[in-house]
């Protein structure tokens, strides 16, 4: 028995666990096991954040690692060629916070504003949820020395930053890749600028600048939820962790939660809260244990014979999911890669000692560089009336898409290097959904990403890939160009062609979000799942704490928006 039960032990579960286990008996239940075990290198090492070979979208290739991964595949996406999209979900203490590509950013000031608008609670302004920002981590300046790059200074401001703040570490990268060093320049030479207050201080829309990670500096080693608050809280309070056990159902009696049925290899029993039932499952298995328990769409649950505790509708729908294309051409810079795989055996000994020793060099890096925009009016002409209207209804601050340069080697001698321009859709129209066919937790809940299902969406993807060509016709990049471009490839020239393309190349970026939405009070909004404080709708003692419950995909890479959440509702708790 334990005061608050935590279902989920990934980034914003750890978090809120041990912000209330000073003050409470706080129980985690976590499906996985300790990814330093399950997964080495591949999660502890920045690096490696930028290989895994589970992180590939392509259901039909990707390597699986079911340590560590949920191995979930989506349906076929009829605006994606009919292909099934490998969606990686971290099933390990640290979650997702243990896979992912280490980078930390906040979204814009708008962003927040809208959110409380959204939801109808002025606490959810930026103002006002940067104090929990800067409550969650603690950030390091970059160290000039070991990055070694004059040209690659970041920003930081810390007056929003800060230090001295939570467990996590925000730092930034000790190395910096040759090919996005370059890359960087065209993204600034055609518009974007370099950020004066770097990218945390909510200011992103035509900016760009190097990225904070979530890497601590003093050994270079991933800072996930797992090694940061859980360690914190596991030395200094009661905390009580069941790995390798996964949540089956959350009990109800009378309308309110509580406990939940459990099941450790085999073995199932059940754990009773006191106080609350905390859901922090993420936005894939939040709404699909929910339904199962029997909260979510009447007719779903009916038709599986699961007893209806609460209709609500909003349960699964309204995901918002961020798709990426890229184009490439090949160029004569080097990248991380070129040194960790260099067939010369004295090269890859000394990176491995600058990381050991120094806790420097490509090993230590995973952070690259991002530039934010709206698409130009010079490419928004071509929209139709529908799409400008439609992303209208966003706020002005709000970026429509991210570009992120990279290079890999492309096991030639001419060119050396394939480099890329990256653009990932941050304002998408397309909604898909998470429903379930069986009401055993076993069974795999149904993914519908919705890619390209609003026309706007390939509108803007095409403009997108436009403007990436456009970076690549930047002077800054004609000395290091090699031969033609690579891919979408210069058969590829009507907007036809190149939306034939990202049909078919199109890759997720793993920042679903949406499907339990936060909402208004009032009743206004049907398809809303809690309340501003994460409370579920129409039941007693049980929250939603995860990227499920905010209600749009934040326009930036979320960890730093679900830290926030997790303090924030913490903080709502422990202040009742």
């Given amino acids: 028995m334990a005061g608050f039960i935590l279902i989920g032990g990934g980034t914003a579960g750890l978090a809120i666990a041990a912000r209330l286990a000073p003050n409470f008996s706080v129980a985690v239940v976590e499906a996985g096991g300790v990814y330093e075990t399950d997964n080495g290198n591949q999660s502890v090492v920045p690096y490696y954040a930028l290989t895994m070979p589970l992180l590939s979208s392509d259901a039909a290739t990707y390597l699986r690692q079911p340590l560590v991964d949920w191995s979930l595949v989506s349906v076929p996406q009829p605006g994606a060629g009919g292909r099934k999209i490998h ?153 009580m962790v069941y790995p390798h056990t996964q949540a089956t159902k959350i009990l109800f ?125 010079s490419l928004r002409s071509n929209f139709s009336q529908s799409t400008i209207d439609k992303l209208a209804d966003f706020p002005p601050d709000w970026p429509e898409i991210q570009y992120v340069p990279f290079g890999i080697p492309s096991g030639l001698v001419d060119p050396p290097t394939i480099g890329a321009f990256t653009a990932t859709l941050l304002a998408p129209l397309s909604r898909g959904n998470v429903t379930i066919t069986s009401p055993s937790v076993k069974e795999p809940p149904v993914i519908d990403l919705g890619w390209l299902s609003d026309p706007a969406d390939g509108e803007v993807a095409v403009a997108a890939l436009k403007r990436c060509r456009e970076a690549w016709a930047d002077p800054s990049t004609a000395s290091i160009q090699v031969g033609p471009e690579i891919a979408p490839g210069v058969h590829a020239a009507t907007d036809e062609q190149l939306l034939d393309y990202v049909r078919q190349t199109a890759t997720t970026v793993w920042h679903a979000s949406g ?44 960890q730093g928006t679900v830290y926030m959440l997790a303090e924030k509702i913490a903080d709502a708790i422990l202040g009742a």
């Fill in 515 to 558: 499907t339990c939405k936060m909402g208004h009070s009032d009743g206004s909004d049907a398809m809303a799942v809690v309340d501003s404080q994460a409370r579920v709708f129409g039941v007693q003692g049980l929250r939603v704490v995860d990227a499920s419950v905010i209600p749009f995909a934040v326009p930036a890479n979320p």
């Fill in 87 to 239: 969606y990686a979900r971290g099933k390990t203490l640290g979650g997702s916070s243990a896979l992912n590509t280490l980078a930390y950013l906040r979204g814009s000031k708008g962003t927040y504003d809208w959110w409380a608008e959204l939801v109808g609670d002025e606490s959810y302004r930026w103002d006002n949820v940067l104090p929990f920002f800067r409550k969650s981590c603690q950030f390091t300046p970059p160290d000039l020395e070991k990055r070694n790059a004059a040209n690659a200074t970041p920003y930081w401001d810390p007056d929003t930053c800060g230090v001295g703040g939570g467990p996590l570490q925000v730092s930034f990268a000790n190395w910096v890749d040759p090919t996005i060093a370059w890359l960087a320049k065209a993204l600034q030479g055609i518009g974007m600028p370099l950020g004066p207050t770097g990218l945390n201080a909510g200011l992103l829309n035509g900016l760009g600048d190097f990225v904070s990670s979530t890497i601590d500096p003093r050994h270079a080693t991933r800072s996930s939820s797992a090694a940061s608050y859980l360690r914190e809280a596991i030395e200094e309070t009661e905390l």
């Fill in 253 to 377: 009696q009378d309308g309110k939660a509580m406990g939940v049925v459990v099941d450790t290899q085999g073995l199932e029993y059940t754990l009773n809260a006191t106080k609350e039932v905390i859901l922090s499952a993420g936005s894939i298995h939040s709404p699909q244990l929910l339904m199962i328990s029997g909260i979510g769409p009447m007719s779903t649950l009916q038709s599986l014979g699961i007893p209806v505790i609460k209709d609500l509708p909003g349960v699964g729908q309204n995901l918002w999911e961020q798709l990426a294309l890229n184009v490439q051409q090949g160029v004569n810079t080097s990248a991380s890669t070129t040194f960790v795989s260099s067939p010369d055996p004295a090269v890859r000994q000394d990176i491995l000692r600058q990381y050991l020793d120094d806790q420097a060099g490509p090993f230590s890096a995973a952070g690259g560089y991002s530039s934010f925009e709206k698409i130009p009016s």
